[in-house]
């Protein structure tokens, strides 16, 4: 441990996180841990509907009520234009990459239907 000798350190490596946000995932220790348990915990089956559809069963055994953490699904596709995620009615974030598509989902028994272009 060595103490800053300036708080503006301080400032300006939060400055800098901050700056990052795209990149880095700041959260409480006991949020990590639950995604950790949560992502360890999780099964996921990937089956083709259709061309550019995909029913995704994201599911795991711990209860609910605590871990509610969303967790990110990568799937690997070549050159994505476009991308949906659907779970019971409601839309799922989603981010398209050159080579991937990505979206955030917790465990539950309701499947995900991702399409993509």
Known sequence: YAAFTDPEILRAHLAYVKGRDRDLWVDTFATIARYEKERDDAQLAVSAAAPGRVACSLT??????????????????????????????????????????????????????????
Do not use: C
């Open 60 to 117: 795991g055994t711990l209860d609910p009520a605590l871990y509610d953490v969303p967790l990110t699904v990568v799937l690997d596709l070549p050159a994505p234009k476009s991308a949906r995620a659907e779970r019971a009615g409601r839309t799922l974030p989603v981010r398209v990459s050159a080579d991937s598509i990505q979206f955030d989902a917790t465990p539950s028994p309701e499947p995900i239907i991702l399409t993509w272009q």
